[in-house]
């Protein structure tokens, strides 16, 4: 099963000393966090807490390209994302 691939923000100076930046990408499609919802859930079930599908994301994270770069700010806003994915409206 394809995973996201996700295009990070990068800086880095060439030769003469010009900062070159690689636009922050990190927003996922629908179907990549559909993707990763149903990992996760297919693994551990529909009903993890916040904390606990945290963990499990963030393992998740480790195993896609890309993601190893990702700020902690970065990973947090893509797990609220999907976890209002994953734990649906408020009933």
């Not at 970065?74 to 649906?88: A, F, P, V």
Request: aromatic share 10%; proline share 4%; charged share 20%.
């Amino acid at each position: 099963m394809g995973i996201a691939t996700v295009v990070l923000p990068s800086v880095w100076l060439d030769g003469g000393g010009m900062s070159h930046e690689i636009p922050n990408n990190t927003e996922l499609s629908i179907d990549q966090r559909q993707t990763l919802i149903n990992i996760i859930s297919d693994r551990f079930g529909p009903c993890l807490s916040f904390e606990e599908f945290t963990d499990q994301a963030l393992l998740l994270f480790e195993d896609i390209s890309g993601f190893e770069v990702t700020s902690d700010s970065e990973s947090q806003t893509i797990i609220n994302q999907l976890w209002s994915y994953y734990h649906g409206p408020a009933k």
